[in-house]
């Protein structure tokens, strides 16, 4: 075990929170104390916000960690973690702080854990900037079960900016080892399915809105396939909550399962979200992509810590993306390769460190 410190330059390429999540993570499986310094330099409010102290203290109490600089605002934190225990966890932010990015930092973590474990989460379901809860149901869950990782989140109540109050439940089975993923070959396309949803006071016109414009978009590119979203309307704390967005997946004969999705802002306008979500999809699959751009860089870590080689077949490397492979490297010492295959889409590899669970 090397135990001197790892320092990471939070304000790196991205320069959002994401370099920290994944220092953390790591720091917490390999039991390598870290410190994050310029945290989250490059966003308007520098610092750890809501979401970031709370997945920050809910690790320490995972692993046993002793920490530093874990205020709100802090542009530098330390983090020495000791072990990794299962059983249950809950965190209450108390803001519309996303639950699946607090989710993100320590799900890797209790993939090594003693036991399973079960992690109540409050705050907001569907966030702009972040995976929604759809996202990482249908598009996450998959994907990490090609490492052979099994999670189950369920969402009880669904929460929007700005009040939050929407609630999840994530159960992650710790595993043995990581497998190694291949993710590069697309098949065919089979088809698409999502919902539009809305809540409070919002009107049904709204979930009408965004799938009629995202179904038209997927008919006018594939005629012959079937396109299947549903307007739901979603049960929140209180009736004036107000909230409405679109996810929607797709799907390869070859178990590629892509996504896309839009949250709405203070004013939703229907038809812009569901063609966004539609064209952004509709993009991946044009070009036979089997890892969306948002996928990319929430795979990097589990890529670094499975055994063998693991590849996947993507579009251009997002900044997100680029943050991740510089944690990753410089915390477990992998490589990062960079291919292109004929048709210019990147091939992305990495032979992983094939990291043991100490405990099982
Ligand atoms: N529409 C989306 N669908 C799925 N995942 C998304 C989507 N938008 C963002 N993400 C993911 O959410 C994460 C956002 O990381 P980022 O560092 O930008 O967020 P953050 O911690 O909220 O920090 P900041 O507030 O600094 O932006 C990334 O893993 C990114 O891939």
Redesign the pocket.
């Known amino acids: 075990m090397n135990n001197s410190v790892v320092e990471i330059d939070g304000s790196f390429l991205?320069?959002?929170?994401?370099?920290?999540?994944n220092a953390l993570s790591l720091s917490a499986i390999l039991k390598r104390p870290v410190r994050v310094v310029k945290i989250?330099a490059n966003?308007p409010q520098p610092g750890l916000?809501h979401?970031?102290l709370h997945g920050v203290n809910l690790l320490r109490d995972i692993t046993n960690a002793n920490v530093t600089g874990n205020q709100l605002r802090s542009t530098e934190l330390q983090f020495m973690p000791t072990t990794i225990s299962g059983g249950s966890f809950k965190v209450e932010t108390g803001t519309a702080a996303?639950i699946?990015?607090v989710y993100?930092m320590i799900m890797p973590a209790l993939l090594y854990a003693d036991k399973p474990s079960r992690t109540t989460a409050g705050g907001g379901t569907n966030v702009?900037?972040?995976?929604?809860v759809e996202?990482m149901q249908q598009?996450l869950q998959p994907n990490l079960k090609r490492f052979g990782i099994c999670f189950d989140l369920k969402v009880l109540k669904h929460g929007f900016y700005p009040r939050g109050d929407g609630r999840c439940e994530l159960a992650v089975e710790p595993l043995r080892s990581l497998k190694a993923a291949e993710l590069i070959d697309f098949g065919r396309f089979s088809g698409f399915e999502g919902i539009a949803y809305y809540s409070g006071r919002l009107p049904k016109s709204v979930g009408d809105d965004m799938q009629h414009a995202a179904k038209r978009e997927i008919h006018r590119l594939w005629t012959n396939y079937d396109c299947t979203i549903d307007v739901i309307k979603y049960d929140t704390a209180k009736q004036r909550h107000n909230g409405g967005g679109i996810h929607i997946t797709a799907r390869t004969t070859t178990g590629c399962v892509l996504?896309?999705?839009?949250v709405g802002q203070k004013i939703i306008k229907g038809h812009l979200i569901g063609l966004n979500a539609a064209c952004e999809l509709s993009g991946y699959i044009k070009n036979e992509l089997c890892v969306d751009?948002?996928?990319?860089?929430?795979l990097i870590i589990y890529m670094a810590l499975g055994s063998g080689i693991s590849r996947i077949r993507t579009g251009p490397l997002?900044k997100?993306t680029r943050t991740a492979i510089y944690v990753a490297e410089l915390m477990t010492g992998v490589k990062f390769n960079i291919d292109y295959d004929t048709s210019g889409r990147i091939l992305l590899s990495c032979e992983g460190i094939g990291h043991r669970n100490a405990y099982i």
């Open positions: 991205e320069g959002g929170g994401q370099a920290l999540r989250r966003r916000s979401q970031h996303s699946t990015l993100q702009s900037f972040s995976p929604q996202y598009v996504g896309a999705g839009t751009d948002h996928m990319q860089d929430q997002t997100h």
